[in-house]
């Protein structure tokens, strides 16, 4: 890898990603030296909620032997006593070698990886990128449909807030598959990335309806409404239960149809999906930790 941090999943080329997923594959495995990351140790800094993504990259650190020390928010830190979020990066990057930053700001990773030499990885800047998730779904679409090309993929949802799908989106752009977006009209995708969509020659359609295209689809990656982005809450009120995706809509899709979703889900997937052979979301979670454990390995130059 170039570059010595993950702030967008658009620093990584093709043949970067695919090495990652590749050392994914091997750590899903067991196959790789528990000791790797031995002596190494892991600044786990959160300032919004997380479940999946602090508790993979944590448990990642520690399967590879590696330590962990994390920051819960501003309350438990010297920021309560209005240190800026830059001196406390820069001597926490000072503490471990690497550091995972989830931060509700756009553009926050970037700025703290101009304050600290030590990598960072870009766990969620707002709205922006979360490009660790957008190698987990990539792993995961290759996982259960053997490529990641030539497939026929849908994402749903607010496509405007999502930040996980933004990444995916960009990660998109290094393989050839046919995409449809589908979002309650207010929260389609930002032009900036349909733009860069259509300068790289990927076919892609802005689609009314699910069910019009579900017969062909391989891959439905659901996302929820990000309602934490919205400064009013009646907007909110507005597209809330705007889509759900039920078992019965997905009779007579294709066999090897896949559903995937970041997580949390709240109410866009019907839980009866759960426990059908489409679902795919939890094994994507449990990727999560194998993907992350690849990730810190080759940004700590270990792999
Ligand atoms: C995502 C996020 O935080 O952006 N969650 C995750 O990391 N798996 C998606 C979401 O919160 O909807």
Redesign the pocket.
Known sequence: MKDKNLLTIESLNKEEILEILDAATLMKQGNYDKNLLENNILASCFF?P?T??RFSFESAMYRLGGKVISLNGEEASSMKKGETLFDTIKVLGSYADIIVLRHPLEGVAKRAAEAVDKPIINA?DGAHE?PS?ALIDLFSIRESQGSLENLNIAVIGDLLH???VHSLVLAFLNFCNRLFFISPEEFSLPKSLSNKLRAKGIPFSFNKNLDDIIDNLDVLYV??I?KERFYDKYDYLGVKNSYRISLEQLRGCKSNLKVFH???KVDEIDVNIDNSPYAYYFIQATNGLYVRQALLAKLLRKL
């Open positions: 919004e997380s999946r993504t969620g979360h998730q999502g930040r996980a996302t929820r990000q970041p997580l949390p």
